[in-house]
């Protein structure tokens, strides 16, 4: 179990110990782990029960990362991104070499999005590393928007989990983000 003051070290000892950490986002609450230092993201689908093989979207710190941890990315994903980033945005693209099996969907793809944070941006930078990031929400609650609006069951099994708490006090916008599905000749919303 974690000590809860909430700083930024002790989220980002957490993440650089393959550990997750709860944290506000641009959209919602986000729960994550560092993909450098994390093996996979097992312990996030263990905190919000739900199936492992669900895939798990990237928040990556600058557009540059999307031909770093992307192959092939078409031209208008660039655009998308350009347009879109920083933002609540994910664009999904083949997965580069540099993306750990153990991170990419079963179609061999990977969600990346730069968030419109300082929260994120720094945690990102300071660990070293994208951040593997879900909705900090048991399966089927409502995402929350704010660390007050955890539910207890959530809050707990993230704690009996080691996960640490950054308490603060940047709130989301309350709704996910757009998903695009770059993959194929134009664009596909998959989520809006």
């Known amino acids: 179990m974690s000590a809860d003051n909430g700083s930024i070290s002790d989220a980002v000892t957490a993440l650089q110990a393959g550990r997750a950490a709860v944290f506000p986002t641009d959209t919602v609450v986000g729960l994550g782990v560092s993909v450098h230092h994390a093996e996979d993201a ?17 928040l990556i710190g600058s557009a ?4 770093v ?4 990315v078409p031209a208008y994903a ?9 933002g609540a945005l994910t664009l999904i693209v083949a997965a580069s070499s540099a993306v750990p099996e153990a991170y ?3 179609a061999g793809t990977i969600g990346l999005r730069v968030p419109d944070s300082r929260t994120v941006k720094e945690l990102i930078a300071k660990a070293g590393s994208p951040l593997a990031v879900t909705s900090a929400n048991r399966a089927g ?11 207890p069951a959530f809050a707990e099994q993230a704690r009996r989990a080691g996960t640490a708490f950054l308490f603060a006090r940047e709130e989301g916008r309350g709704s996910a983000s757009t998903v695009i599905d ?4 134009k664009p596909k919303t998959l989520r809006s």
Do not use: F, M, N
């Open 42 to 58: 097992k312990a996030l689908a263990a905190i919000k029960g739900r199936d492992e093989g669900k895939p798990i979207a990237w």
């Open 141 to 151: 609650e409502v995402a929350p928007c704010t660390l007050d609006e955890l539910s």
């Open 104 to 106: 990419r969907s079963a």
């Open 69 to 72: 941890y992307g192959k092939d």
């Open 78 to 86: 660039h655009g998308l991104a350009r347009d879109g980033w920083p």
């Open 182 to 185: 770059c993959t194929g000749q």
């Open 64 to 67: 540059e990362d999307l031909d």
